[in-house]
């Protein structure tokens, strides 16, 4: 079945220490996001790209950077995880277009000690 | 700018009886709009969208929606909920003005009690 892969499902890492989280995707979307969801909240949008084209949202801190190094494959980097970053990481896909609805995959929950 | 209200941040419901989640956006275009469920630690999943056309929009396990322009209002409803039914429940937005993100309401919980 086509879908969307989050790996790990949960992380756990320590303060300041980078962290990696990676999506992929065997829809072939153009469009890849990653949200940031921390309890009892909606999602947040980090950061999409559409193709090649990255698009960061204005309040997304710096500490947060992704990379697509091909369609499938979107990872998150963070690169100095604080307490406050604890939280579920989102990924999902869309084809593009008007009303492209988003496939979203299982998410990671990623732990700061 | 779009936004999305959901009006119940709790519902607790008894099985088999109907439920109504409530929402209501605000923007000045065209918008499109999703109600996504979510269970425990898993990710979104689409219950039903409107893009355009009928007004009463039918989607999976048994919801539906209906969406209302005058009243700028997108509710989901179900005759009758199981126990499964208990998760959040999240209404977005999206228009082509915003770049097609989507923007979400706060979420609704809901309880299916036996």
């Known amino acids: 079945d086509a879908m969307v892969i989050q790996n790990p499902r949960y992380q756990v890492t320590q303060f300041g220490k980078p962290v990696t989280l990676s999506c992929s995707q065997t829809?072939?979307?153009?469009?890849m996001y990653w949200y940031q969801q921390k309890s009892s909240q909606a999602p947040k949008l980090l950061f999409h790209?559409?193709?090649?084209?990255?698009?960061n949202e204005a309040d997304t801190p710096d500490n947060f950077q992704s990379r697509r190094p091909n369609t499938s494959f979107c990872f998150l980097d963070i690169r100095s995880p604080g307490l406050g970053d604890a939280a579920m990481y989102l990924c999902a896909t869309s084809r593009g277009g008007l009303g492209g609805e988003q496939y979203f995959g299982p998410g990671t929950r990623l732990t700061v000690t | 700018a779009q936004s999305v209200t959901q009006l119940d941040s709790q519902v607790p419901v008894f099985e088999e009886a109907p439920v109504e989640l409530r929402c209501n956006y605000s923007s000045s275009v065209s918008v499109y709009l999703f109600w996504y469920v979510q269970y425990p630690n898993q990710g979104l999943q689409l219950l039903l969208k409107y893009l355009s056309g009928s007004t009463l929009v039918k989607g999976i396990n048994g919801f539906e929606a209906e969406f209302n322009k005058s009243q700028t209002s997108f509710h989901l409803r179900k005759p009758s909920v199981h126990i499964s039914d208990t998760a959040e429940y999240f209404c977005a937005v999206s228009s082509a003005a915003a770049g097609n993100k989507l923007t979400f309401g706060g979420g609704t919980r809901v309880l299916v009690k036996p």
């Open positions: 829809l072939n979307h153009n469009v």
């Open positions: 790209y559409y193709d090649k084209d990255f698009n």
